[in-house]
Every structure is written in C-alpha cells, then in structure tokens.
C-alpha cells in the first residue's frame, strides 16, 4: 500500500515537471486578463471558513477582513483587521483578533498584535528527537465501543496500550503576541516583540474522551526525568518571551511572490524580568527563495528553517519556532504548517530543521464579477530533523513526504490552499484544506 501511495506523489510530480516544460515554451502562455484600476479605501473581506486536515478534523467557523488599501499604492494594505472564530471536530479552537499595520500611524514600523485563545484537546506528543518511535498499534482501536468498559483493552489488538497513548491536552488563554518591524536601509528590517502565554496543561482524559487509566507518552517521558527539567508537567504555566531579529524582505508580492526573497534571524528569551516562570533562550534562522522558472507563472519556492532552544524549557514548547511570521500552534515538524503528509507535532526537540520545496504553476486566471482569480498547481517536497538537545547525541533519522495541491487566490491577498502529502517512512498520508501559501 505504502508503494502506491508514494508513486502517486511521485507521477504527481513528474506531471507538474512536464507542464512546466510547456509553460517555457512548448505552446502559447494564456492570455492574462487586464488588471482592473486599484482599489482604494476600506473593504470588508470575508468568508465563512470550512477547513479540514488529516490530523485535526474538519472545521468550521468565520474570518472578516477589513481591509485599508489607502491610495492604491501600498501593499498588500495599509492596515487590516483580522477577526476569526474557528474550531474542529476533534477538539482545536484557534480564535483570534489580529491587527496589522505595515506602515503603523503614517511611520516607518510594521506592528501586528494577535490576541487568541488557542485549545487544543489532543495534542500530538511521540518523545524527544528524530529517534522518537510510533507504533500505530499503541493508539489505535477499530472497536471504540469496547473502549467504553475497557479502555486500555482493544479487542484484536494485545499491543493496544491507550486511544490517548500519544495524546496530551493544552489550552491557552490568553496567548499575546506583539510584533513591530521597520526598514532601516533598503530591503533590510528590524524587528522586536513580546510573546505572553497562560497555558493549562493536562495529561488525562475522563470516561467521555475514552482516557485510559495508564500512563500515556509524555507521563513515561515525565516519569524518566525528559521533561520541564524533571519538574511537574501537569498545571498551569506562564511564558513571557522577549523577541528581535534582523530581517531581509526581497519579495515583489508578500502573499503569493513570484521572485525574490525572505530571511530572517531572530532571537528570544524567557525570564522572570519578562513575566515568565521559566528561563529559556532561542534562536531561529528562516531562509525562504522565489524564483521563476521561464515564466511568470511557474514558480520555484524553498524554504530552510533551524530553532535551537536551551535553559529551562517547558515541554510543550519543544514544538515551537520562532520569527516574527510564526504563530502559536504552528509549531512541530509535521502537520499542516510545517510537514505535510508527517503527523501532526511528529517530531520534536531543542533543536529542528525543516525544509520545504515547491514547484508552484500558476495554470488559470480569471475575472469574474470583476474578482480576480488565480489557479495553481504546486508539487511539494518536505522533510526535518530533531535533536532532543544541543548534545546532537540523538539516533534515529529524519522524515520526509512528498505530494501536491491546489491554490485559489482571490485578489492575489485570500488564498485557499489544498495539499496531499505522504510519508513513506511512517507510512501516513495527510490531506489539508487550509487558507495562504506554506511559506
């Protein structure tokens, strides 16, 4: 089975390589609609959001957007205002207030303040590093009925040891992040900022969520002295982070670019100064590269990340990377938003890698209602690698997957994004439906 799946991906990517073959040449590029005038003042945007992935489920709620484009001239805005409400059937919320302002009060700073409630009831946890064993077997039950009166038990399956064996509960409330940035020569930037978080963490599930009295992944790791440096792992904790980095932004179009690029180095650090029960530090390197390929339309995209943490790490930060882009609940190698086709939070460490390519072509473009839409093929390939610490003594190696998608963009700034990955190694498959481009 793991064979067809990973020749689907593979014919997938050998059919976008030829029609990239095309777009350079072999026929006539269709013809691009005339832009219309630009749109200027405010606009509300917004849709009601249905979202689905592998790991999460399907959800469902609202995001609005209202949109300043001042004169026409600046993009993607001059400011917007984001409100989202959203939840899945598996137990995630992520609600937000998001404002950003590139050119914040007339001046130079780009600000972006988020303000979420972020749960997420079955949090992924595997262990530590790229040698973290899953058994499939240990969490996995066809008879959920059976679960009910028995819940370490799994008719069929004697190595069955728990449905939330892998499992663990967070929820945040409030998470508060605060990002400014401002140009300070050419293309260069700086930023810095402030991250605050209230996470309630939970290592149990009562009757109804079919928890298992035995312990679960992270309470061995608990147990064996892995985690919060041997300290409780159950409880409520409060992180404060202080954030800067220096940034590099070449892209032509901050939404979908077609060429240029994007880097940026970033630090952060925890202390009881900054209103955190923990001391920690962390670093956070970001390479991303656009470049066409003959045309316009056919676009390579790359990008390289690597986090290093130390200190006093809380465990459920192991997950997390930094930058000014990144977003609380993104974190993990693996799932959605940084490996897709891999479990969700698959691997983890003080120290990750990820790497992501893409072979976007943009096939369609249209005007209706004078809206305009963009279609776009994209041929991915993602893979990472993590170390339990900075000792690099880890054995094991790192994941990869493959597959390819769709994107709709509306307006060039609202992108529907829909991905197919599989993870041979694992052998799991994923299949996203989400909203703007990886990277």
């Known amino acids: ?7 689907w991906a593979v014919v997938l990517t050998v059919v976008l390589s030829g029609a990239s073959a095309w777009a350079r040449g072999a026929g006539p590029e269709p013809e691009t609609p005339r832009p219309p005038p630009p749109r200027t003042g405010w606009r509300v945007q917004g849709l009601p959001l249905l979202n689905f992935n592998s790991d999460e489920g399907l959800g469902f709620g609202a995001r609005v957007m209202l949109v300043d484009a001042g004169d026409g001239t600046q993009a993607p805005y001059r400011h917007a205002v984001i409100a989202q409400f959203f939840q899945t059937t598996r137990g995630n919320a992520v609600h937000r207030l998001m404002l950003d302002a590139p050119t914040f009060l007339d001046s130079q700073w780009r600000v972006g303040l988020d303000l979420s409630l972020l749960n997420d009831r079955f949090s992924p946890y595997y262990g530590l590093g790229s040698g973290a064993a899953f058994n499939q077997d240990f969490s996995a039950c066809d008879d959920r009925s059976a679960l009910e009166d028995a819940p370490d038990v799994c008719p069929g399956n004697p190595a069955f040891r728990g449905l939330r064996y892998y499992n663990f509960e967070q929820r945040t409330l409030p998470s508060v992040v605060l990002n400014t940035r401002r140009r300070v020569s050419g293309p260069w930037q700086v930023s810095v900022g402030y991250r605050f978080r209230l996470t309630r963490v939970d290592t149990r599930y009562d009757a109804e969520d079919l928890g298992q009295p035995g312990a679960s992944r992270v309470e061995e790791d608990a147990q064996a002295g892995l985690l919060n440096s041997g300290g409780p792992v159950t409880g ?37 100064a900054t209103g955190s029960a ?31 943490m130390g200190g006093d790490v809380p465990f459920f930060l192991l997950s997390s990377f930094g930058g000014v882009e990144w977003r609380d609940g993104w974190g993990g190698v693996g799932g959605v938003f940084t490996a897709r086709g891999i479990l969700k939070h698959r691997l983890q460490g003080e120290v990750k890698a990820l790497l992501n390519g893409e072979l976007r072509w943009q096939f369609l473009s249209a005007m209706p209602l004078n809206q305009r839409l963009d279609f776009t093929l994209v041929a991915f390939l993602d893979a990472g690698r993590t170390w339990t610490d900075l000792s690099f003594h880890d054995s094991g190696m790192g994941r990869y997957a493959g597959g390819g998608g769709l994107r709709v963009a509306w307006e060039k700034n609202f992108i529907v994004r829909m991905d197919y990955g599989v993870s041979p190694q694992d052998g799991t498959t994923g299949f996203y439906l989400d909203f703007n481009h990886l990277f």
């Open 1 to 7: 089975m793991y064979s067809i799946r990973t020749t």
């Open 236 to 272: 409520t904790f409060r992180t404060a982070e202080l954030t800067a980095g220096l940034l590099l932004d070449l892209r032509d179009n901050e939404p979908a670019p077609i060429r240029g690029m994007f880097h940026e180095l970033a630090v952060r650090g925890a202390a009881g």
């Open 278 to 308: 923990f001391n920690y530090w962390g670093a956070t390197a970001n390479f991303r590269f656009y470049h066409p390929l003959g045309s316009d339309r056919l676009v390579a995209a790359l990008r390289l990340m690597g986090d290093v």
